[in-house]
């Protein structure tokens, strides 16, 4: 029998040392974590999860900058797409708590431009659970309009929505961005980065940024972006399926490439897409909304929770094509890890970063990477919170 060359050999990826701490009762969390980066192509990640107000996991590991080998450290930051989502829906459910918002008012109570076109009657609700029929900008937008947000907001104030709003929902990937973040400023005169910087991370120890301050540039590890075989895919999407106009909207100029590593793209706010934080911080975020919080601390109460959470929306997805569920801005089963309890409500984002609460088990939970994957092989999120609830067993 002949050996192959070394040359020949496949090659078996280094696992990295683990940091951080994990309780005994959740070491299958950091096999789990171990398994991504020994068969699952990991490159620099982070897991945290919370039980009961407590964390319990707090996890990271591997390569934050391959460019300069630069270790994935405990403070380490990046940026997790969608996730943000989450976020952003937990500053507007704030303001609805504080008698700010009603999601029942129409969007033009307090954005009065956004009634044009035969939006009148599209409510916050609806806007928010990806219902409003303006998953795109049709509006051309230069690259230089589309991170000048006002360009933005007069566009989807004019445009006419796809479907009779209410009637389906598709999932508005950067426009829901835009429309929270319109009405989070008309009501208090803060942008959403600031309003969450200020009522929210800041107030409750929380390193998560819409809008990145240059000083936490360091600390930010680069994206890992997919390669041609993602580009190629897009491209052959058909022309004239949803999915292929929302994806890389407005005006073609936001694709999954380095684009999303540059100081530009992090300094801007899209409170859809590019917020920049770390498992820790969005595991501490959903744990001081259900159960105890952090130290007793809440950021707004149980019956607010269940108003955001309760389904607005659910069924197949116009724009994304498979099923999901929408709360006010939250994700909700089955869009959410497979072993989640029925009242679990949060968010993913792009690549691959999860996170969300489960009120009946007291679990928050976060996970975030550079590494991005789009193939529907990538378990590394699901592969976690199902070894979170194996060690609730």
Known sequence: MSVPAASEMPEIPEIPEIHGQVDEQFEP?????AKNFA????????????????PVVDLWAGVADRANATPWERDTIVTVFSMSKGVTAIAINLLIERGLLDPDAPVARYWPEFAAAGKDRITVGLALSHQA????????LTRAETLSW???????????????????????????????????????????????????????????HIGLDERHEMRVAPL????????????????????????????GHFHYDDMWNTRELRAVELPSSNGVGNARAVARLYTHLISDG???????SDDTVAHATKVRARGTDAVILVDTAFGIGFMLPP??????????????????????????????????????RFDMDDGRAESLARAVYRSLE
């Open 39 to 54: 068969e699952r192509g990991e490159v620099g990640a982070a897991v945290c999860v919370y039980r009961h107000g407590r």
């Open 294 to 300: 952090v130290d007793g601390r809440r950021i707004f």
């Open 133 to 140: 029929g303006i998953p795109v900008v049709d509006r051309p």
């Open 29 to 33: 969390v950091r096999r789990a974590f």
């Open 335 to 372: 869009a959410l890890p497979t072993p989640v309890g029925p009242r679990s409500f949060g968010h993913g984002g792009a690549g691959g970063s999860m996170s969300f609460a489960d009120p009946d088990a007291g679990i928050a939970f976060a996970y975030a990477m550079n590494k991005m």
């Open 150 to 208: 006002d360009p933005v907001i007069d566009a989807i104030a004019a445009q006419r929505p796809i479907w009779e709003p209410g009637t389906q929902h598709g999932y508005h990937m950067r426009t829901y961005g835009w429309i929270a973040g319109e009405l989070i400023r008309r009501v208090t005169g803060r942008t959403a980065g600031r309003f969450i910087r200020e009522e929210i991370a800041e107030p409750f120890a929380v390193d998560f």
């Open 224 to 251: 890992v972006t997919p390669g041609s075989e993602y580009h190629t895919a897009i491209a052959g999407l058909p022309a004239d399926l949803l999915l292929t106009r929302v994806i890389s909207a407005p005006s």
